[in-house]
């Protein structure tokens, strides 16, 4: 059974850094997308970032210059640095894989961005 486990959340001031982690673990192969979404209370789930197998990103508008996605396929993990993070950015961030026709959801991490 394939689980990801998220971790990096926390508080943070305005202007600070947060570095998201998602590892995968269990039988998983290939995994061809990995993404970070966020969820605000109120709110729908939204892409923020996105990195495929071939090295390709996608950054969501409002966070292009200040988020930066990565990951480490031995490990099959991938990461997200959050930097001059503003109140608006305080969500639950999940964390989202692909694999074939496969796709698998971590449980969630709450970043809150406030003085």
């Known amino acids: 059974q394939v689980q990801l486990v998220e971790s990096g959340g926390g508080l943070v001031q305005p202007g600070g850094s947060l570095r998201l982690s998602c590892a995968a673990s269990?039988?998983?192969?290939?995994?061809?997308?990995m993404g970070w979404y966020r969820q605000a209370p109120g709110k729908q789930r939204e892409l923020v970032a996105s990195i495929r197998s071939g090295g390709t990103t996608y950054y969501q508008e409002s966070v292009k210059g200040r988020f930066s996605i990565s990951r480490d396929n031995p490990k099959n993990t991938v990461y997200l640095q959050m930097n001059s993070l503003k109140p608006e950015d305080t969500a639950v961030y999940y964390c989202?894989?692909?694999?074939?026709?496969?796709?698998?959801w971590g449980q969630g991490t709450q970043v809150t961005v406030s003085s």
């Open positions: 989202r894989m692909m694999s074939g026709s496969q796709g698998y």
């Open positions: 269990g039988s998983i192969f290939s995994i061809y997308f």
